[in-house]
C-alpha cells in the first residue's frame, strides 16, 4: 500500500475492461510528509507553550507557578524551590593571643565574604559577642571579651566599610561557658567570638485608642521603643507601664526574637560616671522583661554608651532630655533560603574546610 496514492483496479473478463483509478490522497503543499506539519494543524498554537518547559525544572510552563526557577534547584510539584530555612549564627575562627585583643592582618581576608554578604543585605545588623575561659580576674575578662569582640567590628568598619551602627558588640567574660574550664581543651572552646546575623522585628504598639490618648507614652516605631529618664536616674516612670507591656507581650509571643537595649545619658558628669550609668538604666529595663515577662537572659542584649550617640545638642535642657535614653530594638534571627545564592563562609569553618579537601582514603 502506497502512503501518496492507491491503485483500485477492476478486471472484467468477459469485455476485458480493464478500469484504473488513480487516487491522489497527498497534499504535496510542502512537499514533505512531517509530524511538525502535523502538530501545527492538530494544536493552537498557544495551546503547545503549555506544555513547553522553558526553564527545565521539569514541570510544564502550564503548571509553572515559579517560572525562572535557577537550573539544579531542589523543586515541589509546581515547579517552586524547595526551601530550608537557615539561621547564620557562628564562631569566629580567630586565635587571639593570650590576655591579648589584637587582631591579626590575616584574619582580615576571612572577614571578606561575611563582610560582602553584610554589604549585599543592608537591612541586616550583626551581633558580636566576645567570651573567655576563667582564667584571670572576673573583670578583666569581662573587658577583654568585649575588647576582642570590638577588634572584628573595627575591621569590619575599617577594612570593608560597613556602617559602624550595623555592628553591635558584647563581652561576657566568663559567663557563657559552652564547655568545662576544668580542661585545656574545654577553656580553649570557651575563648571564643561568636556571631549573628539579625534584622529588625516590625510589630504592632498593643496599646488601647485610650490609653494612647491619655498617656504619653516613649517614642516608638515598628520596631523600637525609645524610654527617657529623668536627669541622675534609673526608674522607669510609671507611666510608661503601658509601652514596656507591650514591649514584653511582643517578646513573648514570639520566642525566636531578641531585644538590644541600648543606654545613653547627657553629657553632664563624668564619662565613667555616665557609662556605668547608661548600663544601669540598660540593665533596669532587662531587669523588667526578665522578672515580668520571664525573658531569658540570652534574649536580652545589654550596651550602655554613656554620653556618646546623642540625638539632640547637649547645651540646651531639652537636648539633655533627649539624649538621657534607653533605645530598644527587637531584632529576629537573619533567616535565608536554601536556593538564594550565598557565597561560601569560611570564616568560622576553616579547620573543617581544610578536612573536606583532604582527599579520602
Known sequence: MKSIFGWIMRYELNNTIIISTVIWGAILVCGSFSPLAISQSLYPTHFVETLKDSDY???INARDLCPNTPKNSDIDNDGCPLTELEYFS???DVQ?????YKLKPEFHSRLKDL????????????????HTDNVGAESFNLTLSKKRAEAIADALIAVFNITPNRIKTFGYGQERPIASNETEEGRKSNRRVSGEIVIPF???KTLNGE???TTPQPYINKSELVIPFRRNHVGIKNSYQPSMLSLGQVLQNNPDTLIIIEGYTDNSGSKNYNIMLSKKRANKVAQLLSSQFSISQDRLKILGYGPSFPIASNKTIEGRAKNRRVHTTIVKKFKASKE???PKW???SVDQLELQKKPKH
Open 96 to 100: 587571639f593571643s593570650t590576655g591579648s
Open 115 to 130: 563582610a560582602i554578604f553584610l554589604q549585599q543585605t543592608p537591612e541586616t545588623l550583626i551581633i558580636i559577642e566576645g
Open 211 to 213: 490609653q494612647q490618648e
Open 202 to 204: 516590625q510589630y504592632q
Open 340 to 342: 538564594v545564592i550565598l
Open 57 to 59: 525544572d521539569g514541570v
Open 90 to 92: 557562628f564562631n569566629f
Open 346 to 348: 569560611t570564616i568560622w
